[in-house]
């Protein structure tokens, strides 16, 4: 399993992150917000994100799409800039599961695109693509903090449910925050 197709929606294009796109994930790095609302408490060197770039779509157990604009004029792209990333990783192709995870740059939340690239995602995970069966899921997981009321009423909204969660498992400034672990099944995802 390697490089995923491109989805194209309304609103938003994905296709598969290439070595340009190195600056922007950079810049997501250093999103003080987008960190702490994902919990991302790692640390990288440039090396390592253009490395990532480079050679991320072409690895096996997960897909990994650059979110960019779907907005076409004159019969082209208006842009192939990277607004937010998305990904289905660990996936486990006998229990035919994966986990979900994205995060959009500062200026580009709050428009719908991730609602809309979560949609084309799921509809991939779960029914594949023209040109690409995909990875015919029967589950799609993630987790999200208690910090984080926007995604996680998102994801609710999209047919995730609730499934427990982890408490004071995050770390934030001096509190602690929970995380929810949530997941849509097959069936919920056709009969919604
Ligand atoms: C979470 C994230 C990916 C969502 O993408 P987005 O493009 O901003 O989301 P959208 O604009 O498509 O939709 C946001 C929805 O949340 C709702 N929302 C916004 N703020 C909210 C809040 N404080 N509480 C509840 N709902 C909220 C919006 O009304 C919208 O709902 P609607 O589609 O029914 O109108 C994006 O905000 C982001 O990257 N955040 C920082 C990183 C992050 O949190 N990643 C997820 C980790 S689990």
Redesign the pocket.
């Known amino acids: 399993m390697t490089r995923g197709p491109e989805l194209r929606g309304e609103m938003v294009r994905l296709r598969p992150i290439e070595a340009r796109d190195a600056d922007r994930l950079w810049e997501s790095l250093h999103d003080p917000?987008?960190m702490r609302?994902?919990g991302t408490t790692a640390t990288f060197t440039r090396e390592q994100i253009d490395e990532w770039a480079r050679t991320v779509s072409d690895r096996p157990g997960r897909y990994d799409w650059a979110v960019t604009s779907g907005g076409v004029r004159e019969g082209k792209f208006v842009s192939d800039e990277l607004l937010?990333e998305i990904v289905l990783n660990q996936i486990d192709e006998d229990a035919r599961s994966a986990n979900l995870?994205?995060?959009?740059l500062p200026d580009?939340?709050?428009?719908?695109?991730?609602?809309?690239a979560i949609e084309h995602v799921l509809r991939f995970a779960f029914e594949g693509a023209d040109e690409d069966p995909g990875p015919r899921l029967h589950r799609v997981s993630?987790?999200?903090?208690s910090i984080?009321?926007?995604?996680r009423?998102?994801y609710a909204?999209l047919g995730f449910r609730e499934e427990g969660r982890l408490r004071e498992v995050y770390r934030d400034g001096n509190s602690w925050a929970d995380a929810i672990l949530m997941s849509v099944l097959e069936d919920e995802y056709r009969a919604a």
């Open positions: 917000e987008g609302l994902t937010g995870r994205l995060q959009m580009y939340r709050g428009r719908g695109y991730g609602r809309e993630l987790d999200v903090l984080n009321p926007r995604a009423a998102l909204s």
